[in-house]
């Protein structure tokens, strides 16, 4: 909360106007170390990432997706997410090279739902891409066309 309140504070000194400081949850799991939802005034961080890489988190990672909002509420919803607006924000203001991705690495552990068509490979499904074909979508092997059935079986990745 510290680093973030940093940031606004540059931000406030050199745009000379007050910027409504976001909801902080951190409450993110996965691969993304943070993001920021713009009409919600949120910032959601991986706690997890924090707490292994914290000193590249606070350095690089908070004011990645504050200069998010600061851009928003500087320049609207128009602009592109890491765009030059983003960009002078990251470069200009704070100091910090523009970076799109974080490089802390991420262990893929999950359950993958095996699928298959008439060719001998199984296809794994995330989660969420097993949940859609539940609901009714389909999908087709871009090899032999045939569509894509659930196995029954699953995998787990480590």
């Not at 001998?120 to 499904?125: G, L, R, S, V």
Request: charge should be positive; hydrophobic fraction near 35%.
């Amino acid at each position: 909360m510290a680093r973030l309140e940093e940031c606004y504070q540059l931000a406030e000194t050199r745009f000379e106007r007050q910027f409504p400081r976001p909801l902080v949850e951190l409450d993110l799991r996965g691969q993304r170390a943070g993001v920021a939802y713009l009409q919600r005034n949120l910032l959601r961080f991986n706690a997890q990432m924090y707490r292994d890489h914290s000193e590249d988190f606070l350095q690089q990672t908070v004011p990645h997706e504050a200069a998010h909002l600061i851009a928003h509420h500087l320049f609207g919803l128009a602009i592109r997410p890491h765009g030059p607006e983003w960009q002078s924000i990251m470069v200009g203001l704070f100091k910090l090279p523009a970076q799109r991705y974080h490089d802390y690495p991420v262990k893929r552990r999950g359950t993958r739902y095996l699928y298959r068509c008439q060719c001998a490979d199984n296809i794994p499904f995330t989660p969420q891409r097993h949940a859609w074909v539940s609901r009714g979508r389909q999908y087709q092997c871009r090899r032999c066309g045939d569509l894509l059935h659930f196995t029954g079986q699953q995998a787990i990745l480590n």
